[in-house]
């Protein structure tokens, strides 16, 4: 198994309820959803990449996403974010300055054709969503930051956002594209 690069004696685990990756120290018996604090984060981000990307998700039917959409995103947080850390980087130092120069050179690589933002989200989002290529599954009115709504709600399917500026960081959103497949029956 590769190294993960965690300080001795921290391990990562993966939440059953949250279905989402964790930090654990077996000595401590500690556990957090942030990398512990000495994380070689570079080691950590391939590391969460092989290991906990999650295959695509199935598509819920029309009954269950009524007026809502369905959109993945890269956030970039600042030392300015209303929790200024990540599975990336336990203490995020950066200026929001930083974050929108990080954010805008991701966005020039995927209007360039280098790249997806899935592809990038994988390694790059400072968002726990990024084990599912930033995929955030369906939401509705309401269920997100208004800024981040408004954007995701204006996108057309398959539409990739300019950035986007909330409480917790700055963000590139692509509004998903689903379909969904039924038998059709006619009658003779």
């Known amino acids: 198994m590769s190294d993960p690069g965690l300080p001795t004696g921290w391990e990562v685990r993966h939440s059953n309820s949250k279905n989402l990756p964790y930090y654990f120290n077996s000595s401590s018996m500690e556990s957090q959803w942030e990398p512990p604090s000495g994380t070689d984060t570079e080691k950590l981000k391939a590391y969460m990449a092989q290991h906990h990307s999650a295959p695509a998700v199935r598509q819920p039917g029309p009954e269950t996403t009524e007026g809502k959409i369905r959109a993945s995103h890269l956030l970039v947080k600042h030392r300015d974010s209303r929790r200024p850390s990540s599975w990336r980087e ?74 986007v500026e909330t409480a917790s960081g700055v963000h590139l959103i692509e509004r998903r594209v689903y379909l969904f497949s039924s038998l059709i029956h006619t009658k003779d």
């Open 90 to 163: 336990a203490n995020i130092t950066r200026t929001k300055e930083e974050a929108l120069s990080i954010i805008r050179g991701h966005e020039k690589r995927i209007q360039d054709g280098g790249t997806s933002l899935g592809d990038l989200a994988v390694t790059e989002s400072d968002c726990s969503s990024a084990r599912k290529r930033g995929d955030l599954g369906f939401f509705g009115r309401g269920d997100m930051q208004k800024e981040f709504e408004e954007a995701a709600f204006a996108l057309k399917p398959g539409e990739v956002s300019g950035v």
